[in-house]
Structure formats: C-alpha cells, structure tokens
C-alpha cells in the first residue's frame, strides 16, 4: 500500500468507488477537472428534475428522491455549479414533492416497490422533515439562488430549528447544514448555539472517542453508530465549531485520522443491510473524512 494517507485512500478509491465518487476525489485531491464531475451525476438526473438511481446508496431504485437530490446538489457545491438553469430545474422537481407547509418529506411515496434500507418507511402522506430539507435550503442559500420554493421551505426550517426539543444526530447535523448558511446571521447563531446546547446536554455527541463503546447510541441506531465532533463541525467555518472546545475538536480529529482502514478507506457507521450500499458508501464516506481533515490542515 502506498504510504501517506491521501495516497492509501487513492488507491482505495480507484479500487471501489462509483464513477462519481472517482471523479469527485480528482477533482477535490488531483486537480480533476469539475466538468467530468457534472458529467458522472448527469447519470442520476431524471427528466422531472431530480435524481435517483441509488445516488444516495440506502435508497435503490431509479425513481427521484428528496435525499438524492440533496445529495446532487451538495455535489454541484462542491464543484461551483449549484446555479442557473441546474438550480431552477431542481427547485422544480423540489416544488412537486413538497408537502403542503412547503418542505421536503424524507422518502417520497414513489419509493414503494423498490429495494430500500429496513429503517426508512414508505407511507402514503409523508410529513415534511428537517432531515431532507435542511441540507437542501442550506446549499441554494449559500449559492444564493432564489426560487419561489425556497421561502416557503426555509420558514419551515426555522420553524423546525428554532423549536427543537428532543433530537438526534442526523436531525441536528442537518439543522446545522441549514444554519451554516441561513441569510439571516445573527439568528442563525442564537439558534445554532441552542442547539449546540441540546447537543450537549442530550449526549448526542461522543467528547472522547476512546470511551466511545461506554456511550448508549440513540434508539433506533446501529450498535457503535456514535457521532463526534467532526460530524457537526465538518470546517472551522461551521458554527457548530463552537460547541466544542479545542481539545474536544482536537480530540476528534485525531480519532478521525486513526479510522482509515488497512485497505486505505474509511468505514461505515450505519447498519449495513446489503452488500452493494456497503461498497458505495464507504468511498462516500472517505471522501468526506479527508475533506474534513484537510479544512482543519491536518491532511
């Protein structure tokens, strides 16, 4: 195996990954060209605007789905294209499945009959959820585009984040995915830092990864599906950065970079439930992690 981390999850990457995520690491990592990057999520598209065909592994099926189009437009961010007539046609396909308060349902009921993980329902009248939604107005913000969508959905997001009571990991990651970019600053940190606090104080979040196995997982989890630092705080630039010490960030990050695996990628946290989404996922997830190390200069 190749010696520096970056060089073992290459090789990692070449090995296992989609095109996508093959792309996407050259892009990020070798000065890869973010045209070839647009051209591999094309694959995804649908002609109603959104995008299916597994782009988000635990959802199968060539249908579109509000968690695949999150998916793609986190990838059109990355890549400076999140904008124009690509934004205009996803706020389309956004306006279509949206529920009546204007929010995105997690899985749309056009999922049922196709293959999905066993701990997403499928119902016929799905509620609006923070999960979906927050992601989604969180990138158009930061890409500052505006549709008759998003005014709609991004009271919904308020709403939600600013009432929050009980919650768990991936509802608060993506409260933050929305706060991070909410055009209104000064209430996005007074809600961020009350979440930071339900965080805290709910034990959601794992402060020394050593001690991980002694930590209960949420209900519903997979045993050892904890979350830590680094998963709220993905830059230094996030405002979840601010719940957390220096030593805590520290903390995590060393623990981050002790995750990468012999075979150069870095695991999955999240129950596994077939094969397939396993070897899609963690290259999802290595790509992730070496971003992550790289905004905190410790790639």
Known sequence: ??????????????LTARVLEQRRFAHHFLQGSPDAVETAL?????????????????????VSQPLH?????????????CGGQRAERVCQYLTEVSTPEGALPAVHPSLRGYPAAPWIPVTDDPPGDLLATGPVVG??????????????????CWEVAESLEKTHPYEAMAAIAFLDSAPDRARARAAADRLGRLVREQRLVVLDPGRADDRAVPPG?????HHFAYDFARGPESLGR?????????RSLDFLAAEQGEDGGWPIRWREWAPGTRLESRPIVTIEALRTLRAYGRL
């Open 42 to 62: 094309d694959a995804y598209r649908n002609d109603d605007g959104g995008y299916g065909h597994a782009l988000e592994p635990d959802l199968r099926g060539p």
């Open 69 to 81: 189009t999150a998916f793609a437009l986190c990838v059109l961010d990355e890549i400076g294209r």
């Open 139 to 156: 990138v158009l913000h930061r890409n500052e585009v505006w549709h008759a969508w998003l005014f709609r959905a991004t009271d919904f």
């Open 242 to 250: 601010r719940w957390f010490s220096e030593s805590e960030i520290e």
């Open 221 to 225: 989890y997979a045993p050892g599906e």
């Open 1 to 14: 195996m190749p010696a520096t981390p970056l060089a073992r999850a290459q090789h990692f990457v070449w």
